[in-house]
């Protein structure tokens, strides 16, 4: 059964870091990009970062770009967020969600984690 | 960047069919997933490619694309239906971003 399992969430001042964790198991999670994605409450879905397979290509959402670092562990089966210079505006859930590429073709994220809420306050 | 618009708000009465709209300028180029997202939960994934479900989601839904448009459908809606409902898509800027619409709260009556 595939599990994504987010920590790392909690209650950080404005200007501080945080670093999320999510933790792979039931795939072979070396074969698959991922990705994080938000959502503030009360609000939408909001895509943040995405990460190939192997680290090589690495995209960010314009809002967190230069602020937000996405990382990977392989042998670990485990991908990270490190989130520096945190914003109110990026008190979220954050989840990370498994690229569904059939066929090489994107087709969105066939599994979610249950997400870990980030709260950015003073 | 490209933006995906969907109503907020719709509603059915129980047995009856929905359709759920997402309109972009992506969409002339990529296909839109939908997600149903139920309070408290993550999103689960109901529709995606030019109208395929994955296992476990009942054949009520289904999913329809026409120029800048996807619907997703819901054909004898029950009330285990009643969530919000995403629809994303690559971004066609050229960026590989993606995006989500706005979300659409279904209500069934």
């Known amino acids: 059964e595939v599990q994504l399992v987010e920590s790392g969430g909690g209650l950080v001042q404005p200007g501080g870091s945080l670093r999320l964790s999510c933790a792979a198991s039931?795939?072979?999670?070396?074969?698959?990009?991922m990705n994080w994605v938000r959502q503030a409450p009360g609000k939408g879905l909001e895509w943040v970062s995405y990460?190939?397979?192997?680290?090589?290509?690495?995209y960010y959402a314009d809002s967190v770009k230069g602020r937000f670092t996405i990382s990977r562990d392989n042998a670990k089966n485990s991908l990270y967020l490190q989130m520096n210079s945190l914003r109110a505006e990026d008190t979220a859930v954050y989840y990370c969600?498994?690229?569904?590429?059939?066929?090489?073709?994107?087709?969105?994220?066939?599994?979610w984690g249950q997400g870990t809420l980030v709260t950015v306050s003073s | 960047s490209s933006e995906l618009t969907q109503d907020p708000a719709v509603s059915v009465a129980l047995g009856q069919t929905v359709r759920i709209t997402c309109q972009g300028d992506?969409?002339?180029?990529?296909?839109a997933s939908w997600y149903q997202q139920k309070p408290g939960q993550a999103p689960v994934l109901v529709i995606y490619g030019k109208n395929n479900r994955p296992s476990g989601i009942p054949d009520r839904f289904s999913g329809s694309s026409s120029g800048n448009t996807a619907s997703l459908t819901i054909t004898g809606a029950q009330a285990e239906d009643e969530a919000d409902y995403y629809c994303n898509s690559r971004d066609s800027s050229g960026n590989h971003h993606v995006v989500f619409g706005g979300g659409t709260k279904l209500t069934v009556l």
């Open positions: 990460i190939s397979s192997s680290s090589s290509t690495i």
């Open positions: 992506s969409l002339r180029s990529y296909y």
């Open positions: 039931g795939f072979t999670f070396s074969s698959y990009s």
């Open positions: 969600a498994r690229d569904f590429v059939p066929a090489s073709e994107w087709l969105g994220y066939d599994y």
